[in-house]
C-alpha cells in the first residue's frame, strides 16, 4: 500500500508537481491528523528517491509495467513492476526496484532479478488491465540496447545494481536463473499460508486455513472487512494504536527491540538451531560453554553470560525427552476467526506430536522476579494456543492436546502445562483475547496514544503524533 502512494507520488512530481501538492492525495486516504499517516514516510522516501537518482537522467516512462507475452491456448505473460525509464534516444532502460528500508541485494532471489532483467529487455510499456485476468494492454516501442536493473533503499537512498548488461546477456541470464524459477511457479501446487492470505481469493475455502468461530473470543458482523492480526500486533495495538498500523504499514523500524528481547532472539537462535537437527534429548553438552556463541550480536556481556545460563537449563526441560515425532520448529500458521472475521497468524516456538496429540510449546527467557498475574495473561499467546487446542485446528489426537510454557532463567527453568480442554483454561483464554481484540476490531482510525513509550517506538519517526523526548 505504502510503495504504491509513493509511486503514485513520485509520478506527480517528476511530471511537474511541487512536493506539496503531489502530497496531497493522502489527505483523501487519510482525513485524521493525529492517527497512523504514512505521510511523513512518504515525504522521506520520495526526497531519498529523488537525491539517490539525481545523477542518472533518464526520462520516465508514461506506463509504469513492461511485460513480455506468450500467446497460445492460454495467455503467460512476464511482468515487473517498478519505475521504469529510458533514455531519449531509446537505447537504454532502467528498471528502479523500491525497498522500504535499506537497499540489500541480498534480499533478492538470482530469479528474481534474471526476470526483471529479461522483461527491461524484450518487454512493451503496459497498462495496467481493468481486471486481473484480461492481458496487459501493451504499447509497442524500441527496444533497448542496454539494461539495468537498479534497487534503491527508501531510508537511506542507498542503491545497488542489480543487473547492467545487454539484452543477449539479459538472456542468458534468465536462461541460466529465471526460467526455472518461473516453470515452478507456474506448476507450483504447494500450499503455503502466511501473513499474505489476506489478499488470496480463497483464503476463506483454503484447505491450509482452518477455521473455527470464537478464537479471539469477540463477534463482529457478517460483513465487516476481514483483517488480518498476530498476538504481536494486538500487543502492539495495546501500547498505541498508531504504533500498530505504522508497523502493519511496514514502515522501517529503529532500534526495535531491547536488551531483553535482543538476549530472547538469540537464546531462541541456538535452540531453534539445535532441535532442527537433533536426533536425542538435548544435554549439556549440546549447550555453549563460552562467550562465542554471541558473536556478532548486539549483547552485553552480562546478557551473554545470562544466556549461557538460560541455555545451560534448556536440557533439563527439551521436549525431545518425550520421543517427538513430528517435530516444527516456529511453523507459519493461519487461522480463520470466522467470529471476528479475521486471519490470525501464529507462529509457536515448537510443536510436536506426543503419542498422536499435538503439543504447542512457547519459550520464554527471563531475568525479572516471575510475574504474578495468571499466566495466560501475562503470555496472550498461550491464551490464543488455548482457543486453537480447543477447536481441534491442528488436527490429531484433541482430547490430549496440550500447551507447554518453558521458562529460561539465570537459575534454573521452568515448564508449566495448560489444558486446552479445562473449561476455566478456556472460559480465561477467551477473556484475555476478548480485551485484547475488541479494541483492535472496532478502531478504523488508529489514533496515536503520545506518552513516554514514544521514547522507545520503532516507528517514532514517522508518526505524526510522536511526544517530543524530554
Given amino acids: 500500500m505504502v510503495l504504491k502512494y509513493i509511486m503514485d507520488v513520485l509520478d506527480r512530481i517528476e511530471f511537474g508537481q511541487p512536493l506539496e501538492q503531489a502530497l496531497s492525495m493522502l489527505n483523501k486516504g487519510f482525513s485524521s491528523t493525529t492517527g497512523a499517516n504514512p505521510r511523513s514516510y512518504v515525504a522521506h522516501a520520495v526526497d531519498s528517491y529523488l537525491t539517490a537518482t539525481a545523477d542518472r537522467s533518464l526520462m520516465l516512462l508514461e506506463r509504469r509495467w513492461l511485460a513480455t507475452q506468450h500467446k497460445s491456448d492460454i495467455v503467460r505473460e512476464l511482468c515487473s513492476w517498478g519505475r521504469c525509464y529510458q533514455s531519449t534516444d531509446g537505447s537504454h ?20 532479478v534474471a526476470v526483471a532483467a529479461v522483461v527491461t529487455a524484450f518487454g512493451h510499456p503496459a497498462s495496467n488491465p481493468e481486471r486481473w485476468s484480461n492481458a496487459f494492454e501493451r504499447s509497442e516501442g524500441q527496444l533497448p540496447e542496454r539494461v539495468t536493473v537498479l534497487e534503491i533503499g527508501l531510508l537511506d537512498g542507498s542503491r545497488n545494481i542489480l543487473f547492467d548488461g545487454t539484452p543477449d546477456q539479459a538472456q542468458d541470464k534468465y536462461t541460466t536463473d529465471g526460467r526455472d524459477a518461473v516453470t ?50 494486538l500487543r502492539y495495538y495495546e501500547r498505541c494504536p498508531a504504533r500498530y498500523r505504522l508497523q502493519a504499514m511496514l514502515l522501517p523500524r529503529l532500534n526495535e527491540y531491547d536488551r531483553y528481547a535482543r538476549l530472547g532472539k538469540a537464546v531462541h537462535k541456538v535452540l531453534e538451531q539445535q532441535h532442527a537437527t537433533a536426533a536425542e534429548p538435548c544435554s549439556l553438552a549440546d549447550m555453549p560453554t563460552d562467550d562465542g556463541w554471541a558473536a556478532g550480536l548486539d549483547l552485553d556481556e552480562a546478557d551473554v553470560h545470562a544466556g549461557l545460563a538460560m541455555l545451560a537449563n534448556h536440557p533439563m526441560v527439551c521436549p525431545l525427552h518425550v520421543g517427538v515425532a513430528p517435530m516444527r520448529i516456529e511453523p507459519n500458521y493461519v487461522f480463520y476467526d470466522t467470529s471476528a472475521q479475521a486471519m490470525i497468524i501464529a507462529k509457536p516456538d515448537l510443536v510436536y506430536q506426543d503419542a498422536g496429540a499435538w503439543v504447542w510449546r512457547e519459550i520464554k527467557t527471563s531475568q525479572r522476579v516471575a510475574d504474578t498475574r495468571p499466566v495466560l495473561e501475562v503470555y ?91
Fill in 380 to 470: 496472550p499467546q498461550l491464551a490464543l494456543a488455548t482457543t486453537v487446542l480447543a477447536a481441534g485446528l491442528l488436527g490429531g489426537d484433541t482430547h490430549n492436546a496440550r500447551i507447554e510454557l518453558e521458562v529460561l532463567r539465570p537459575d534454573r527453568s521452568d515448564l508449566v502445562q495448560i489444558d486446552p480442554h479445562e473449561p476455566e483454561n478456556l472460559a480465561q483464554a477467551r477473556e484475555v483475547l476478548r480485551k485484547f481484540a475488541q479494541p483492535w476490531r472496532d478502531d478504523t482510525v488508529f489514533q496515536a496514544r503520545s506518552g513516554k513509550s514514544c521514547r522507545t517506538c520503532p516507528v517514532r519517526r514517522w508518526c505524526p503524533s510522536a511526544a517530543d523526548p524530554e
Fill in 184 to 233: 515452478a511457479l507456474l506448476n507450483g501446487s504447494g500450499i503455503r499460508p502466511g501473513r499474505d492470505c489476506l489478499k488470496c481469493q480463497i483464503k476463506v475455502a483454503c484447505p491450509a486455513v482452518p477455521r473455527a468461530a470464537n478464537l479471539l473470543g469477540i463477534q463482529t458482523p457478517p460483513r465487516a472487512p476481514m483483517r488480518k492480526v498476530s498476538i504481536s500486533d
Fill in 93 to 112: 532502460r532502467e528498471l528502479r526496484l523500491l525497498r522500504l528500508g535499506h537497499a540489500d541485494k541480498t534480499r533478492r532471489t538470482h530469479g528474481e
